[in-house]
């Protein structure tokens, strides 16, 4: 007796074999060669077809990775720290970009409230509709004050406001170029197809652009077959999401590392990480548009933004020093009873540990207009490494 068709692996395959025919046809029309960047905005934000646009479970044990939320409420407790000394200065909203399952949000709420410094809008900037969905049912379940707050939006504010703009894990996803040296000079890595119309790597010689850019970021003694990344949509984008914020803190978490530390000769091969069904790999060609493609962040380049988009680096920390500024000791202490608290030590733990999260994932906040303390700095500031 055969088995019924499985119709989610199905729908999985219809879907990724439509990604790789649009990925075909944007090379054909870039004339075989489709620099990584482009390819990346494809595989992960094409309309209906990106990773991010088309409807899969991306966070959490089902999906393809787990994000800080997603391990412990003690995160989105100790951020809502960060947000209620923000908005003690500012008033007005939090901005929170790409909102994931909602957890964040729900967990920062739900704090918030029991301090009683609820912001007066919490507004979700959201491109995934799936996503959007998936939040709007977690989040329907608060208490009716919380989530008549709660609104979302298809890009950042577009009118002037006051507080605090929140992104985890958002920087690493945006499309990078991938960079090679070859025989003393750098090419750039795109996308072409082979005999067998398979997606696979090729070289091209550096625009004279890219090439100035390259030899401002990295040094000159780097040997060749050395492969790195860099965004040069950073500066633009972060621009674009602080524009219309007169006065407030931009807060990123995200791994990543100061310049010096980023192209060290050392990592020759780069930052690129791939995430599928809780694996973690480095071949975004294995399931375009099926999987999530992240850079490693070049903290010193978010830290030129600012500069660039008249924006003041308040703080540089790990995630660690960050979260045990921000209380999360006392979160574990205060737990209701002792299988809680022990439940939270070990969440506590992933988040702050040098060998899981806490020594790769740093915070670093953007402020405009704003001078006050923060606490997430108290214990550690590395503003002078970048």
């Not at 439509?18 to 075909?24: C, K, P």
């Not at 703009?165 to 000079?185: F, Q, T, W, Y």
Request: include cysteine; glycine fraction near 8%.
């Amino acid at each position: 007796m055969t088995s019924a068709p499985d119709l989610h692996e199905s729908a999985h395959a219809d879907h990724a074999a439509s990604v790789l025919r649009a990925l075909r046809d944007a090379i054909a029309e870039s004339d075989g060669w489709l620099p990584f960047d482009r390819y990346m905005q494809i595989a992960l934000y094409a309309p209906g077809l990106g990773y991010y646009s088309a409807g899969s479970a991306k966070l959490g044990e089902e999906g393809d990775f787990t994000t800080a939320p997603e391990i412990s409420p003690l995160f989105g407790r100790c951020l809502a720290r960060h947000c209620a000394e923000v908005l003690a200065v500012t008033g007005g909203d939090i901005v929170e970009l790409g909102a994931g399952t909602g957890r964040l949000a729900a967990d920062l709420l739900e704090a918030m409230a029991a301090q009683d410094a609820l912001p007066a809008r919490y507004r979700i900037v959201e491109i995934s509709a799936d996503l959007r969905e998936r939040q709007r049912r977690l989040l329907s379940t608060l208490p009716e004050p919380l989530v008549a707050r709660i609104e979302w939006l298809d890009a950042p504010p577009r009118e002037l406001w006051n507080g605090t703009l929140i992104a985890n894990e958002v920087l690493d996803a945006l499309p990078v170029k991938r960079i090679r040296r070859e025989s003393g000079l750098w090419k750039e890595l795109g996308v072409a197809l082979d005999g067998s119309l398979q997606l696979h790597w090729r070289t091209r010689e550096a625009t004279p652009d890219l090439r100035m850019q390259i030899e401002a970021l990295l040094p000159d003694d780097v040997p060749d077959g050395y492969e790195s990344e860099l965004c040069p949509m950073l500066s633009p984008w972060i621009g674009e999401v602080t524009s219309t914020m007169q006065e407030g803190v931009a807060a990123f978490f995200d791994y990543g590392l100061p310049r010096a530390q980023y192209y060290h000769s050392d990592r020759s091969s780069g930052t690129l990480r791939c995430h599928y069904r809780q694996r973690a790999h480095h071949d975004p060609f294995a399931h375009p548009g099926m999987e999530d493609i992240t850079a490693w962040v070049d903290f010193t380049a978010v830290a030129e933004a600012a500069d660039a988009n008249g924006l003041e680096v308040l703080g540089y920390a790990t995630q660690a020093a960050a979260l045990l500024g921000l209380g999360i000791e006392a979160g574990v202490a205060a737990a209701r009873d002792d299988v809680t608290r022990m439940r939270r030590a070990s969440e506590a733990r992933q988040l702050l540990m040098p060998t899981e999260m806490g020594e790769t994932f740093k915070l670093m906040a953007l402020g405009r207009s704003f001078d006050a303390a923060l606490s997430a700095f108290a214990h550690q500031d590395l503003r002078a490494r970048l």
